[in-house]
């Protein structure tokens, strides 16, 4: 079965790349095609692309993967997840003066819209724009259409960065694959989508804990209240892991996932040993487990002060109101929750994909950490990422051969001098047939000499007496 309708995504994280295929049918419930990974191998750092001929690479074996197990269909273009450091949301205001009693229009609307897309920040792209607050006469309205009002305030959250990442990945990535991007999806407003509810987003604050960044996006009565991106993410707890006891990363990797803990060891295992590696992968050495732990939880606590900082200039730090969700790769590592719980003061839980908008295959591979952004991202997609073959176009009917037309010959007689027509009513004299294969003007010759002959005959015949009957 060849597949003509579908939404292809790439997840650029510092840790893999991820490709997902998916479709969606008319109910808008998603479908997951194929998936696949790459190792990002120093090409994405931080969430954003470092070595580009790299990463064009490993985008290009991606997308061949995923159109052999999509049966031959062909990726015609991607969307890609932007979630990067120097991303943040900057707020930003449009107003208009209206008058006494003026109305609120569609038009209006639209214009506020469009001066705020017009704005120009220095040294940053915006990159989206959430839904405004209205403000009509110092009062937030959720819907101002066909009110009225003198003055009108539009507040929009404007969501910038570099503009690095809009050159990188719009033009430089697209050019070296060959395969035209058809938007930039940004993964933390993608994964809030996926996990929370309009009900949530209420007072909630998402965390994405990655391998190369984490980003925190709060939301409050319905609408962003802040995004931001930290350039700290759990590949440092790693490398301070490979860099203190002189180990392999998967080695750290492994240390980190089993032994590692976001909060203080408790006092009972302070005196446990475990077994390590070393980087020559021969030598195995014991190593206190409380050594390990320090590294582990100096680090988590390190990461986890940035965010309650981030908390702290939303104005929501220690709101018991607010609940947190954490995800991503690094929300795996033992006792996070509980530490979050203890110096947010807030409630703490994992998330859960809202059955609404995805089957129960999708629903498994998007509770998968590693490829829950990727899932996200399928759902914000909305353009066909499919190559549609032409229809080639029908040869037109040859027309067919007219009948020739045979002319009919037109002679004119001696005596009247009107035209007639030919013998045999119109058509050419056909040749007589000899039977000998001669010119047939012999044939008509000795035809005339008979016909003399028996006519002399006939004339004897007639005046003869021989039946007189005398």
């Known amino acids: 079965m060849e597949y003509t309708d579908f939404i292809a995504v790439i997840d650029l994280g510092t840790s893999h790349i991820v490709g997902m295929v998916g479709t969606k049918n008319q109910e808008n419930v998603l479908s997951i095609l194929a998936y696949d990974t790459e190792k990002s191998e120093a090409c994405v750092r931080r969430g954003c692309v470092y070595n580009g001929e790299e990463t064009a690479n490993k985008v290009i074996r991606l997308v061949k993967k995923l159109e052999n197990k999509l049966g031959g269909a ?21 107003s208009k003066t209206l008058g006494e009693e003026g109305e609120v229009t569609r038009e209006l609307l639209r214009q506020l819209e469009e001066e705020c897309r017009n704005y120009k920040p220095a040294g940053l792209d915006i990159l989206d724009i959430a839904d405004p607050v209205y403000v009509l006469d110092g009062k937030e309205e959720l819907n101002p259409l066909s009110l009225s009002c003198s003055r009108i305030e ?9 503009p690095a990442i809009k050159t990188s990945l719009m ?13 930039l999806l940004l993964s933390p407003l993608a994964l809030s989508d ?15 804990f990655g391998a190369g960044v984490t980003s925190v996006t709060i939301f409050k009565e319905g609408h962003l209240l802040s995004m931001t991106v930290i350039p700290l993410g759990s590949c440092l707890i790693t490398r301070d892991l490979m860099t203190a006891f002189n180990v392999s990363e998967n080695e750290a990797e492994r240390l980190k996932r089993t032994y590692g803990s976001a909060l203080p060891l408790d006092f009972a295992k302070e005196g446990e040993k475990v077994d390590v590696h070393k980087v020559d992968d021969y030598h195995i050495q014991e190593v206190p487990l409380y050594d390990i732990n320090e590294v582990v939880e100096a680090r988590s606590r390190e990461i986890l002060e940035n965010v309650y900082a981030r908390l702290e200039e939303a104005g929501i730090a220690r709101d018991s109101s607010f609940s947190v969700t954490i995800t991503g790769a690094g929300s795996l ?19 859960s994909v809202r059955d609404d908008i995805m089957d129960s295959a999708a629903k498994m591979i998007a509770n998968n950490q590693e490829l829950a952004t990727a899932v996200a991202l399928l759902l914000k997609g909305k353009e066909n990422c499919a190559y549609v073959r032409k229809p080639e176009p029908r040869p037109e009917p040859k027309p067919e051969p007219k009948p020739r037309e045979v002319d009919v010959p037109v002679t004119e007689t ?20 000899t039977g000998n294969g001669r010119h ?27 039946f007189s009957g005398e």
């Open 74 to 94: 062909k990726i015609a273009k991607l969307y890609i997840g932007v979630g990067g450091q120097s991303i943040r949301t900057l707020d930003h205001m449009v």
């Open 154 to 162: 539009a507040h929009y959250k404007l969501i910038v960065g570099k």
């Open 171 to 183: 033009t430089n990535l697209a050019e070296r694959t060959r395969i035209p991007v058809a938007g």
């Open 194 to 208: 996926m996990f929370m509810s309009s009900f949530d987003k209420r007072a909630s604050v998402l965390i994405d």
């Open 333 to 351: 590592l033992n006792h996070l929750q509980e530490a979050i719980s203890q110096r947010f003061k807030m409630a703490v839980h994992y998330p």
């Open 414 to 433: 001696r005596e009247s001098g009107q035209e007639t027509e030919g013998k045999n009513n119109g058509l050419p004299d056909e040749p007589e047939n």
């Open 440 to 466: 047939p003007e012999g044939g008509k010759k000795r035809a005339k000499w008979w016909e003399k002959l028996g006519d002399t005959i006939n004339g004897k015949l007639d005046s003869s007496d021989l």
